[in-house]
């Protein structure tokens, strides 16, 4: 019996927090919950490091700079979507160079900040169950398997 290895797909998400305050973005023409805010984030490109891609979406997204010191490892999901099985990770910092802004308009309708205990209604599902164990301090979930 021949079986194809199982493959996940890797997504990297930024809690850039301010105080009590996290950094929110409303997607829109993505064709993935538009209309509903998530977190700076993306895809890793084949022999990218899950920092590296952090770094590279979170300046492409909000124009800001990281380091990789600077970053905690703050939750990891595995979830499915569809077909599709994800592992999505979210790191956690309080230290970037610049100034958070839209540098994607074409997909972010607004970037805002938000007190992380009062999250908007209109948040992609995921994110909300990871900023929601983030703060609990659990470090591990699974999202969307029932």
Same mark, same amino acid.
């Given at each position: 019996m021949n079986k194809e290895r199982h493959t996940l797909r890797t997504a990297?998400?930024?809690?850039?927090?301010?105080?009590?305050?996290?950094? #929110?973005? #409303?997607?829109?023409n993505t064709g993935y919950k538009d209309g509903n805010y998530s977190l700076p984030s993306?895809?890793?490109?084949?022999?990218?490091?899950?920092?590296?891609? #952090?770094?590279?979406e979170t300046k492409e997204e909000i124009g800001v700079g990281l380091k990789k010191e600077n970053l905690e490892i703050s939750h990891v999901?595995?979830?499915?979507?569809?077909? #599709?099985?994800?592992?999505?990770?979210?790191?956690t910092t309080k230290n970037w160079q610049g100034t958070p802004q839209n540098s994607e308009p074409e997909k972010h309708g607004e970037v805002k900040w938000v007190s992380i205990s009062d999250l908007?209604?209109?948040?992609?599902p995921e994110i909300r169950h990871a900023i929601e164990n983030y703060q609990k301090e659990n470090y591990f979930s699974e999202f969307d398997w029932d």
């Open positions: 990297v998400y930024l809690i850039l927090q301010k105080g009590n305050q996290i950094l #929110l973005l #409303l997607r829109k993306g895809h890793l490109e084949g022999g990218e490091s899950a920092t590296d891609a #952090l770094i590279r999901i595995h979830r499915r979507s569809g077909e #599709l099985e994800y592992i999505d990770l979210f790191f908007p209604k209109n948040m992609v």
